[in-house]
């Protein structure tokens, strides 16, 4: 456990778009052209109404003006936590480049076109996962699962409709923070807060 790691790839000078959405898009192009692995692997947390924070890994599926799209089960334990509390934190982590980006905003379903769109693309066996898994609920065992899988082979021989109760997110940012790993852990911190319709940039200590 006594590993010390000198961060020294890189370094953030100033803030180089007025808009956090352009800085986040050149940040994400890297790390997909330095080979980060699965560079849109972001952790999304959400919380509770008791105020219990959950954390898990998702993946971001497009890059919007607005903000980013993932897609999940809207009954999993996710999906309950955002229709109570939208407010959703992201964490991209680009090890090759020594990077993390936080995001901070509000979760909202995406039109149901949209969704239908993805869900046409995905594997066969994505979408037909999507049916048999009622994601973060109890099962009795993986056995009840796999029927649940031949369940839905049958019901859909041909095309697969998207389950209603599965789509996209648009989480529409109200902060984000970009973290350039340092000598030292004299890391960069440069960090946009919306303010209306603008963005206040600020650097913040490491
Ligand atoms: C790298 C990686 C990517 C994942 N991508 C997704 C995803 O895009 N959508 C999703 O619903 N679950 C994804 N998962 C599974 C989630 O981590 C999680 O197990 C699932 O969404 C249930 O979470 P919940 O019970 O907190 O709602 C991914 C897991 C990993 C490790």
Request: glycine share 6%; charged share 30%.
């Given at each position: 456990m006594?590993?010390?790691?000198?961060?020294?790839?890189?370094?953030?000078?100033?803030?180089?778009?007025?808009?956090?959405?352009?800085?986040?898009?050149?940040?994400?192009?890297?790390?997909?052209e330095?080979?980060c692995?699965?560079?849109?692997?972001?952790?999304?947390?959400?919380?509770?109404?008791?105020?219990?924070?959950?954390s898990?890994m998702v993946?971001?599926?497009?890059?919007?003006?607005e903000?980013?799209?993932?897609?999940?089960?809207y009954?999993?334990?996710?999906?309950g936590?955002?229709?109570?509390?939208?407010?959703?934190?992201a964490l991209?982590?680009?090890?090759c480049?020594?990077?993390?980006?936080?995001?901070?905003?509000?979760?909202?379903?995406?039109d149901k076109?949209?969704?239908?769109d993805?869900?046409?693309?995905?594997?066969r066996i994505?979408?037909?996962?999507?049916w048999?898994?009622?994601?973060?609920?109890?099962i009795d065992?993986?056995?009840?699962?796999e029927?649940?899988?031949?369940h839905?082979?049958?019901?859909?021989?041909?095309?697969?409709?998207?389950?209603?109760?599965?789509?996209?997110?648009l989480?529409?940012?109200?902060?984000?923070?970009?973290?350039?790993?340092?000598?030292?852990r004299?890391?960069?911190r440069?960090c946009?807060?919306?303010?209306g319709?603008?963005?206040?940039k600020?650097?913040?200590?490491?």
């Open positions: 006594d590993q010390r790691y000198d961060f020294k790839k890189g370094k953030l000078e100033g803030f180089k778009h007025e808009d956090p959405m352009l800085f986040f898009k050149e940040w994400y192009q890297e790390a997909h330095h080979d692995a699965d560079p849109h692997a972001v952790v999304l947390s959400t919380v509770s109404t008791d105020g219990q924070p959950s898990r993946y971001m599926r497009e890059m919007l003006e903000g980013i799209i993932i897609y999940t089960n009954l999993s334990k996710k999906g936590n955002i229709l109570k509390n939208p407010k959703v934190a991209f982590y680009w090890d480049v020594e990077r993390q980006v936080r995001i901070e905003g509000v979760a909202e379903k995406v076109s949209i969704s239908d993805y869900f046409a693309n995905r594997p994505s979408q037909i996962g999507a048999a898994s009622e994601q973060s609920s109890e065992s993986r056995e009840t699962l029927e649940r899988v031949k839905f082979e049958n019901k859909f021989p041909n095309e697969v409709p998207r389950p209603p109760h599965w789509g996209g997110y989480i529409k940012p109200h902060y984000f923070e970009f973290w350039q790993g340092r000598l030292g004299l890391h960069d440069l946009y807060t919306k303010d319709n603008d963005w206040r600020s650097r913040i200590a490491p």
